[in-house]
């Protein structure tokens, strides 16, 4: 067992000193015991209030508890106030009365649209009839002009160009027509269609005569190069007949005559290279009326 703490035995030794004095103190007790200081008389206590010792026993202590005082009556409180939501901002758009324009504006408003013409006019032709548009006489797929047409010249043939062909033709355009490539258009035709020389009908082409001569509208070519004999037939010739290379034609379209000039395909010119010398002639020839007309 632990020893008592000793400072905490002095403190209880302090109190029951002062309760021993306190007692001795009511109950009249004027000295000290023997051996202990004098203490100084104590005041005596009021006669109305009668003295009682101060360490009474729990058993003795009254037990009559204050009554509690009475609740207050419940008064009615008054009703909340309805809450109202905040405005909202409609996302509904107004409708929107519109004003009537002016002459000069309804002019411009109800003007004719600008038809697109060179590259542009192209695309957008394109994009009316469709990528896979089909001749509904020959039933073989329709082609559109290929190129910028920066210079107002075309090319047509007969025949799909093999990769060495295009390089070959690609390079004489450069090389003897001072001319990119891509700055000419180039146009294939099949010469087995028989609607190159009929009128077309209807806005939308729907055969490869029609499309061929809507395309010449939007490119206005003011040289052609008529490459093949195939190319030949199907433009110059309904009779099949072949017109021979290095001669100037006239090709008929809506803006007048438009000076063409045969010369062989390039198809024909890689399984026949002795004939190039031939093509080479042909395009220098191209080339001078170039630079007579489009000067």
């Not at 051996?35 to 008389?41: D, Q, R, S, T």
């Not at 104590?42 to 006669?47: Q, T």
């Not at 207050?72 to 409180?77: D, E, I």
Request: charged residues 20%; glycine residues 6%; positive net charge.
């Amino acid at each position: 067992m632990l020893e008592d703490d000793p400072l905490q035995l002095l403190a209880d030794l302090v109190t029951d000193v002062e309760a021993y004095l306190s007692w001795q103190g009511l109950c009249g007790a004027q000295l000290l015991p023997v051996g202990g200081p004098a203490l100084p008389p104590l005041p005596e206590a009021p006669a109305e209030a009668p003295a009682r010792p101060q360490f009474q026993p729990r058993e003795d202590r009254p037990r009559s508890r204050p009554a509690p005082a009475p609740a207050p009556a419940p008064t009615a409180s008054p009703a909340p106030a309805p809450i109202r939501p905040a405005p909202v901002a409609s996302t509904v758009p107004r409708a929107h009365k519109p004003r009537a324009l002016s002459g000069a504006w309804a002019k411009i408003v109800s003007a004719p649209r600008k038809k697109a013409v060179g590259a542009a006019g192209i695309k957008e032709l394109a994009d009316r009839i469709g990528p896979a548009a089909v001749c509904k006489e020959c039933r073989n797929p329709m082609h559109i002009a290929r190129g910028r047409g920066t210079t107002p010249i075309l090319f047509v043939s007969g025949q799909t160009f093999v990769p060495d062909a295009a390089k070959m033709l690609a390079a004489m355009v450069k090389n003897v027509l001072k001319t990119e490539p891509g700055g000419v258009f180039a146009v294939q035709v099949n010469h087995r269609c028989k609607t190159f020389f009929r009128p077309g009908q209807g806005e939308l082409p729907q055969d490869c005569g029609h499309l061929l001569r809507e395309q010449m509208i939007l490119m206005k070519p003011r040289l052609m190069m008529i490459l093949g004999r195939e190319a030949s037939r199907a433009l110059l010739s309904p009779r099949r007949v072949q017109i021979g290379r290095g001669r100037w034609v006239d090709y008929s379209t809506t803006d007048g005559p438009v000076p063409a000039l045969m010369s062989y395909h390039p198809n024909f010119l890689v399984q026949n290279p002795q004939h190039k010398r031939h093509a080479f002639e042909d395009l220098k020839m191209f080339h001078a009326r170039m630079q007579a007309d489009l000067a």
